[in-house]
């Protein structure tokens, strides 16, 4: 084989490894695109049972706000009264 043709196929195939590369290049490029879109979907989504849960709290005497918290910590007690003390 010639030096000329073994050049050529060197050639070749490093152009094939390349191309293959960027193509899986473009597809992690694509897929971090959307991540901001994912993001900001979850933190939407987040915000929403946010608000209907404060929304629900408010409804609710204290009594009845503190039997349902009754297993949590003392913690997630005072953040919820600290809650709904804000919106009223």
Avoid: C, D, N, Y
């Avoid at 191309?19 to 939407?44: C, I, T």
């Avoid at 946010?50 to 408010?58: G, I, K, R």
Wanted: no cysteine.
């Amino acid at each position: 084989m010639t030096l000329l043709a073994r050049l050529t196929l060197l050639v070749l195939a490093e152009t094939a490894v390349l191309e293959l590369f960027e193509q899986f290049v473009e597809a992690v490029a694509q897929g971090l695109l959307a991540l901001p879109q994912v993001a900001k979907r979850v933190a939407l989504l987040a915000l929403l049972a946010l608000l209907a849960l404060l929304s629900l709290m408010t409804l609710l005497p204290l009594s009845a706000l503190r039997s349902a918290l009754g297993a949590a910590p003392a913690l997630i007690l005072t953040l919820a009264e600290g809650a709904v003390a804000q919106i009223l």
